[in-house]
């Protein structure tokens, strides 16, 4: 269930490297605030975004930051490490399995507890259990067909509010088919018609359960939260 360190980091780099392939959208004008001093602070911060984002969702909610940028520097350098990779790679594994039934049930029982909180507001409907949503903007146009090719404009955030992924940001709108999505999606696109802005809310089992996903992003029994546009 729980992946090896090197995939860790492979998820990590993908994350990072996929910007690279971003050289035939769009261009999307940057704000002065994402540059940090020089240009190698920015993209040293942007790989320690990318790398924390992929810890965080395996459990680790603190670490000791000088001892694993002594490491990073100590292997850059070709430095002797204290132990050799097998042993750091079980250490991890180790910690993570540990960790990870508590994470489970804590992301499980901070899912609930919002839902919950969200049925009680008048605005809110709930079509099928664990998949809540608010209309946001009404469209005019046709609803969707089963297994139909559709074009979307997301938001997607963990219950903690951190950001997955932002198609509004890279100008590209997500191409799916209805029907071939994680569960609670496809409940909202049989719902929605082309102009809808919804905002949702998906219990775990309406999302990537108890084994969590998204790249290694969305945690075990995670909750997730969505604005979706149906273009």
């Known amino acids: 269930m729980f992946k090896d360190i090197l995939v860790l980091v492979i998820v ?13 959208q769009p261009a999307v ?9 020089s240009r190698l602070d920015s993209v040293s911060y942007a790989m320690g975004m990318n ?10 909610d603190t670490l000791n930051y000088d001892a694993m940028a002594a490491a990073i520097d100590g292997i850059l350098n070709n430095a002797e490490q204290p132990f050799k990779q097998e042993a750091a790679n079980r250490m991890i594994n180790t910690y993570v399995s540990e960790r990870a039934p508590v994470l489970a049930a804590q992301n499980l029982l901070q899912a609930e507890t919002i839902l919950d909180s969200l049925r009680k507001l008048p605005s809110i409907v709930e079509p099928e259990e664990g998949v809540l949503y608010r209309v946001l903007q009404q469209g005019k146009g046709e609803y969707p067909a089963h297994q139909q090719q559709v074009q979307v404009h997301f938001i997607s955030k963990l219950a903690d509010g951190a950001v997955l992924e932002n198609t509004y940001d890279s100008g590209t709108a997500r191409i799916l088919e209805t029907g071939s999505a994680i569960s609670g999606w496809n409940t909202i696109l049989s719902i929605m018609r082309q102009g809808d802005i919804f905002e949702v ?15 290694g992003l969305v945690p075990a029994n995670a909750m997730l939260y969505y604005q979706i546009e149906l273009l």
């Open 12 to 24: 990590a780099l993908a994350v990072l490297l996929s910007a690279c392939n971003e050289t035939s």
């Open 29 to 37: 004008t940057h704000s002065p605030q994402e540059n940090l001093g």
């Open 51 to 60: 790398v924390g984002r992929v810890l965080r969702s395996q459990g680790f």
């Open 201 to 215: 809310w998906l219990h775990p089992d309406q999302a990537y359960g108890r084994s969590g996903g998204y790249g």
